[in-house]
C-alpha cells in the first residue's frame, strides 16, 4: 500500500479555564491521543497491534467524554446538532466499514492456523496460503478506498460558526479534532492491516506473494504482526522457515486480532451511542 501522507504536526486546543468542565475533560483525552499519534504512528508500516489497541482504547474514552458533552454544551443549538448527527451516521459507516474488513481478515487468519495446526498436504497447505494473501490482496484495495472515503468525509465536518459565544466555538472545535483522530486511528488500524512483509521474493514460491512485497530491494524489517505471518509463509514455502515458528506468528495474529476487535467493538457502541445522545436533545 502506498505510503499515506505525514500526519499533521501535533495540535493543540487552549481552552480557558471558563468553559466548560467537560470540553476540558475531552480536550485532555484528545491530548493523550495526540500523543500516541505521534509517538506512535510517525511510521504507518510500522504500527504493532499494541500500538492500534491503545488507539483505540483512547478514542473509547474520547467518545464517552463527548457524549456528555453533547448534552451538557449544545442544548439549544439545533442546526450544530443536525451536523453532527449527519456526520455521525458517516462515522458509523466507516467504521462499520473497517470493523468488516477486520473480521474477514481475522476469520481468513484463523484458517491459515487452522490448516498449520492440521499439517495437511502440502498442496492443501499452499491452497490455504494462496487465499489468506489473495484476501490480503483485496484488504489492500479496500483499505486505499476506505482512507479516500474517511479523508473526504472529514473535509465536510462541522464549520466553526461565526459567533461572539467563544464557549460555543470552542466546543466546535473540539468536536472537530474529535472527527480528525477518529480519521486518524481508524486509517492507522487499516494500514495495520495491510502491512506487509520484508523478504523480496527470489524466484519460485507463490506469485502473489511476491505482488505483496515492496519494490524497494532495501526495504527494512517491518516490525509488525501481520508482516511477520508474510514473512513466515514467505520462509515455509521456499523451506527457510520452520512450520513450528509459523504457526507461532500465526497464533500471535490471531490472539492480536481478537483484541483489535474487542476495542473495535467499544468504539462502534461508543460512536452510536453519541447519535443517539444527538437525538435524545434534538427530540426534547
Known amino acids: 500500500m502506498e505510503r499515506s501522507p505525514a500526519f499533521p504536526p501535533n495540535r493543540s486546543i487552549s481552552l480557558p479555564s471558563r468553559i466548560h468542565p467537560t470540553c476540558l475533560r475531552v480536550e485532555a483525552e484528545l491530548n493523550k491521543l495526540r500523543a500516541w499519534e505521534i509517538r506512535s504512528c510517525s511510521s504507518l508500516d510500522n504500527l504493532s497491534a499494541e500500538t492500534i489497541q491503545i488507539g483505540l482504547a ?46 474477514k481478515m481475522k476469520e481468513q487468519v ?54 461572539k459565544d467563544y464557549h ?27 502491512s506487509s ?9 507463490c506469485s502473489l506473494i511476491s505482488k505483496l512485497r515492496p519494490n524497494d530491494h532495501k526495504a527494512k524489517k517491518l516490525m509488525n ?16 522457515e520452520e512450520m513450528t515458528m509459523a504457526h507461532r506468528k500465526v497464533e500471535k495474529l490471531v490472539v492480536s486480532l481478537d483484541c483489535i476487535e474487542k476495542g473495535l467493538d467499544v468504539v462502534f457502541r461508543r460512536l452510536i451511542q453519541y ?6 436533545v434534538l427530540t426534547r
Open 275 to 280: 447519535r443517539v445522545s444527538i437525538l435524545n
Open 110 to 163: 484463523f484458517c491459515l492456523q487452522s490448516s498449520l495446526q492440521r499439517r495437511g498436504t502440502d498442496s492443501k497447505f499452499e491452497n490455504e496460503i494462496s487465499s489468506y494473501l489473495r484476501l490480503r490482496k483485496m484488504l489492500k484495495k479496500e483499505t486505499s478506498k476506505c482512507i479516500k472515503s474517511l479523508k473526504r468525509s472529514e473535509r465536510k465536518f462541522l464549520h466553526i460558526p461565526s459567533t
Open 168 to 194: 460555543l466555538a470552542m466546543v466546535v472545535k473540539v468536536l472537530r479534532e474529535v472527527n480528525t483522530m477518529t480519521y486518524i486511528v481508524l486509517r492507522s488500524l487499516l494500514s495495520f492491516m495491510s
Open 58 to 103: 483512547g478514542l473509547s474514552e474520547v467518545y464517552r467524554g463527548v457524549e456528555e458533552l453533547v448534552y451538557s454544551s449544545l442544548t439549544h443549538h439545533g442546526d450544530l446538532l443536525e451536523g453532527a448527527l449527519d456526520y455521525s451516521v458517516k462515522l458509523l459507516d466507516r467504521c462499520g466499514i473497517v470493523r468488516d474488513m477486520q473480521q
Open 225 to 240: 504482526e501481520v508482516g511477520r505471518v508474510d514473512d513466515a509463509l514467505f520462509g515455509v514455502l521456499h523451506g527457510t
Open 197 to 205: 512483509g520484508s523478504k523480496i521474493k527470489k524466484g519460485g514460491g
